[in-house]
């Protein structure tokens, strides 16, 4: 039976700030109608959010101000006020009502408290988390327990304008927050699948856009007596056959296009040629040499592109 996790507003902003000062979503700012003093510097620094939850009330900024008026030797103490505050609030938990599986529906808020002139800031940091892990189950710990999340950041709302704020024009902005909570189980976005194949002399590699993958190992099995009871028969496996089905839709990546013009043309075409297939599951890499031995297309008027269904076998000597 799985342990149940306790979810509490400081593990989900452990999660989101997680998710926040990632490398693809942190990044450098290089727009040139950016203010100059933001150029090179990361979304996080020029936004300088103290995040906290109910529980953990903001620092005062005065040690900050008087740490900034040191650093750069400034005697203007308002061009220290640059912090920007955010509170996490857990909104509502919803398990999965079973005794086996821990799976749960998380809701939360982000309250920011931002000035005006960084609120655009702000937006791009959500759209580019959404962006960095749509379609991704990644891997947090709760305490011993690790789980695998879903996150989703609705757009952020403006609520409020503060005029007369000791921070100049600050805007009071609202993130919703979504966390799908799953067991620590392989999923569909565990699996990559690449496939290296040889176009016009030039050697490529492209990963497919799978919405099904499936592996089938099927052994050729014959019937032998038993060692020490040769009235009942057992089985021993002599060879091994591996299969691969996989099904895409058609997207315009060298590798379908190489594969249709293979399956429409009416010129002879080699049937045995070999194609490299790299699977990567948990960090580790499978490589196969295999062939083609089924490859269906279905397109309709529902969808208006294209289906591949696909079938690799390994291929022999």
């Known amino acids: 039976m799985t342990n149940k996790v306790r979810i509490t507003a400081d593990a989900l902003l452990a999660i989101i700030r997680g998710v926040f000062e990632d490398e693809d979503v942190n990044t450098a700012i290089d727009d040139p109608l950016a203010p100059e003093e933001w150029r090179g510097k990361t979304i996080n620094d020029i936004l300088n959010v103290e995040y906290f939850t109910f529980k953990h009330r903001p620092v005062s900024s005065q040690q900050v101000i008087i740490d900034e008026l040191k650093a750069r030797g400034q005697t203007n103490w308002l061009a220290a006020l640059d912090r920007s505050f955010c509170v996490c609030s857990l909104d509502n938990v919803e398990r999965l009502y079973s005794k086996d599986v821990d799976q749960t529906a998380i809701t939360a808020t982000l309250d920011y408290l931002v000035q005006s002139s960084k609120a655009k800031l702000l937006e791009f940091l959500v759209e580019d988390s959404n962006i960095a892990t749509s379609g991704l189950r990644f891997e947090v710990k709760f305490g011993d327990e ?123 075409t080699d049937n045995n040629e070999p194609f490299t297939l790299k699977i990567t599951r948990a960090g580790k890499t499978y490589t196969h040499t295999v062939v083609v031995k089924d490859h269906q297309i279905t397109t309709n008027a529902d969808t208006a592109n294209e289906t591949h269904t696909l079938s690799f076998v390994k291929r022999g000597i």
Request: overall charge negative; glycine content about 6%; aromatic content about 10%.
């Open 146 to 268: 690790v789980r695998k999340i879903a996150i989703f950041f609705d757009n952020p709302e403006i609520t409020d304008i503060q005029s007369a704020s000791p921070f100049g024009e600050a805007a009071m902005v609202s993130v919703a927050v979504v966390i799908m909570l799953y067991p620590d189980v392989v999923s569909y976005s565990d699996y990559t699948v690449s496939v290296g194949f040889t176009e016009n002399g030039v050697e490529k590699s492209v990963d497919l856009p799978l919405s099904s993958f499936s592996v089938a190992n099927t052994m050729t099995q014959e019937a032998v007596p038993g060692i020490n009871a040769k009235e009942q028969v057992g089985n021993i496996n002599l060879s091994r056959g591996t299969s691969f089905v996989m099904i895409f839709e058609g997207y315009n990546n060298p590798f379908i296009n190489y594969l249709t013009n293979k399956a429409l043309t009416p010129d002879k």
